[in-house]
């Protein structure tokens, strides 16, 4: 690794709700990070539809960069990552159709149904080993066909947000291959489009920029940024444009014999594996094979993670103002095991009231109803920990080699409270950090992009180097065994 110098790189890491902007500096094997600001990611509701304003998310780049060039800080190179699946349309003159639809609009619910009418279900799983959901770019684009959308015919290119927010910084195209991956339309072995699933919508691979993978340079900003921010000379570098493989890569991990929660809005769990595992265990348990940010595949499963305390925290609010860390505190003083919730389940994708749902499923399956905040807010990190408890015995069946630790990452590794129950739920050590994983990741990976460091064995050196991480020991776990039961006993019921 280059010593001395120091050299600084900009992360732009737009989650689900909120975007940061992070300056990394590297220097002795060493990771400083400086927060630049944080900015909202709101969803809009428009004629009834969900969209995500991709101006708003652009603007908010250039007046980071602003920011950056008033504080003189020099930056080699940036890179962005966001959340999986959407994505935005441009036409012949390069610029986007619409606003893009946010993976939680309702018009693709049970989309999947209508789509395996021309591909089995079977075979569609087969082809890309990524677990069916509703939202995969795969259904919302066959929805957009079967719903005559008035932009599909004349679609020129179709940029996943990463890369399209890349696209309006450079003025050029690619597809950055993690983000891709998450479509259920790439080729796990071949890395490359399926053509039989694009014919399936009626599109073709020149529909979609080259593929490039992790650590490619896009371009230089251009010259209306260079106007707009006063930067010049700055290039963006294709990261692992998906948030979570940024995280992953930020795993400090010191051997391959762990699993990683990268805990956020989402919750996702996981291995690393060299090649893709599509099977009949993994399409029973809907598992998904995930681009990595060094080519390798995630095996990793979705679990419904803070969405569910994100979305009772704003109705909590409406009555007083209410903060995290008394969510949790509420939550502690509240009786254990009490009652238990599928994360997973169809009515909390997106209700009108998470708390109403959260109390209806308790009722429906004859539990205990909870009324009071902290009740509420138990019910869920308890169910949480459960639920990862779940999904780590189904890593174990699938994972060739033993796993001993689960690392948590991302925001949730800040919920000391949760990480001792999942400690306690999973039996195993629970390593904490870092909390800016994706954003380390994404810095880490433009490092490598300019030949600072070599691999991802360096990269998590580094990690491991520059964090403070908490290691939480399982204290009660037969204790949580005996409620496991129950859980599981409520965990089908809707």
Known sequence: MNRGKLTSFLAIDIGASSGRAI????????????????????????????????????????????????????????????????????????????????YRDNHTFGAPEHFFSKIPKEEVYRKTGIQIMDFNTLFQLD???????????????????PDALSYLLTGEMVTEYTIASTSQMVNPYSKEFDTSLLEAVKLSKDRFAPVVFSGTEIGKISSSVQRLTGLQNISVIAVAGHDTASAVLAVPADNKHFAYLSSGTWSLMGIESEKPVINKETYALNFTNEGGA?????????????????????????????????????????????????????????????????????????????????????????SLAFRYKQVLQNLEELANFPIEKLHIIGGGSKNNMLNSFTANAINKPVVAGPSEATAIGNILMQAKAAGLVKNKTEIRRIVSNSSDLEVFEPSEAELWNESYQSYLNVYKEI
């Open 23 to 102: 300056l990394g500096t590297i220097q002795d094997e060493s990771l400083q990070l400086k927060e630049i600001r944080r900015f909202p990611n709101p969803i809009i509701e428009m004629n009834g539809r969900l969209h995500w304003d991709l101006l708003h998310q652009y603007q908010q780049i250039i007046t980071s960069l602003q920011e950056v060039e008033s504080e003189h800080l020099p930056i080699m190179s940036l890179g962005i990552d966001t959340w999986g699946v959407d994505f935005v349309c441009f036409g012949k003159d390069g610029e986007p159709l619409r606003m893009p639809y946010s």
């Open 143 to 161: 929805t957009q066909l079967r719903q005559n959308s008035s932009i599909y015919p004349v679609i020129d290119k179709i940029l996943f947000m």
């Open 294 to 382: 060094d080519g390798s595949i995630r095996l990793l499963k979705n679990i419904c993670g803070m969405w569910l305390i994100e979305q009772c925290k704003k109705e909590w609010e409406k009555e007083d103002p209410v903060t995290y860390p008394e969510i949790v505190n509420a939550a502690k003083q509240s009786t254990p095991f009490k009652c238990f919730i599928n994360p997973d389940s169809p009515c909390f994708t997106s209700p009108s009231s998470m708390v109403e749902s959260i109390q209806e499923y308790c009722r429906q399956t004859g539990q205990y109803v909870p009324a009071s905040m902290g009740e509420i807010a138990r019910c869920i990190y308890e």
